[in-house]
């Protein structure tokens, strides 16, 4: 197990300075005019542009502005936004309503998916299961960028059931039809992996052995299939972190929730790239923990399961 998470840390320091790198050189590359984005149609004087260039090295080419930001982000330092604002005090600010909407959104989608892939299973090839399928496909033909202002405006403006936006103290309540339409984006997939894996479970050996034993039914699906299930869910679950989180992107820019996501848009329009770069790597770093610690779930939820 202490070499499996020694190796696992390895890979997620190798896949961390790539993604910085990457998104790094996508901002560098579309970067034409960050000052003047950020000062709209606004004049810049000459002091004001060589002060800015100066402190945020934007003349020393890709290479140079990369080093800089890595030298200052390994000891613990976001840096500033092109706006002159801490990085890590936009991150304090945005962070909380982010994770309460993702957190949100992982309960709706992970109880929802249990419950209809479940039922699926068990009556596999009924009604039940035909409408799941029609709803999960409808669902993966739906993208997020016309589901969430469609949302918005059929139960917010139209039958007034939900707020049409949400602060960043946002309640409960403000918060749930954007986690609904958030959990969109991973219900469906997580949905077909729960029928799946239960129906495959169903046909094992151990499933007519505790028939054959006289176990109820009711107890051999929701002790012993539902166990083994999970373990597919979960690894989703993980992966779906990321997706929620890019999701949020979209999600908090139409509902207007100041959140990680919206921070990360106003940073792509007004070019800022410490701003966008600086979210990204920590969004990472969320990432790559999280299907770390779902890695080490696998041991717990099957013994069978061993790293070497």
């Known amino acids: 197990m202490f070499r499996y998470i020694v190796r696992r840390l390895l890979q997620m320091i190798l896949t961390f300075f790539g993604a910085t790198f990457v998104v790094f050189a996508l901002m560098f590359a579309n970067q ?3 000052i003047q984005a950020l000062a709209g149609e606004k004049p ?9 260039t100066e402190r945020y090295h934007l003349d020393e080419g890709f290479l140079g502005q990369y080093w800089h930001y890595m030298t200052n982000l390994l000891t613990g330092d976001l840096g500033e936004s092109i706006s002159g604002r801490e990085i890590s005090a936009l991150l304090e600010t945005a962070w909380p309503v982010t994770v309460r909407l ?3 959104a992982l309960v709706i989608a992970g109880v929802l998916a249990l ?11 009924g009604v039940f299961d035909n409408g799941a399928l029609a709803f999960t496909l409808l669902l993966l033909a739906l993208p997020i960028v016309v589901l969430a202002p469609v949302a918005q405006w059929i139960f917010a403006m139209e039958l007034d059931w939900f707020p049409a936006t949400a602060s960043r103290n946002a ?7 954007p986690a609904i339409v958030l959990a969109t984006t991973v219900v469906a997939t997580q949905l077909r992996v729960t029928r799946t894996s239960v129906v495959e479970n169903l046909g094992a050996d151990y499933v007519r052995t505790a028939r054959a034993k006289g176990l109820a039914p009711r107890r051999i699906i929701w002790v012993h299939v539902l166990r083994n299930s999970l373990i597919p869910l979960i690894t989703l679950i993980g992966v779906d972190l990321g997706v929620l989180m890019s999701g949020a992107l979209v999600t908090e820019e139409v509902f207007n929730i100041p959140g990680v996501g919206s921070k990360l848009a106003q940073g792509i329009r007004t070019e800022d790239g410490p701003m966008v770069v600086g979210f ?11 299907n770390l610690v779902v890695d080490l779930l696998y041991a717990a939820l099957d013994p069978r399961i061993r790293y070497e």
């Open 32 to 34: 034409d005019d960050p």
């Open 44 to 52: 810049v004087s000459d002091s004001l542009r060589e002060a800015l």
């Open 102 to 104: 993702a957190l949100m």
């Open 115 to 125: 419950a209809a892939g479940v039922w699926s299973a068990i009556r596999r090839g």
């Open 171 to 177: 309640s409960f309540y403000a918060l749930l039809l």
């Open 280 to 290: 990204v790597s920590v969004l990472v770093i969320v990432f790559l923990v999280m």
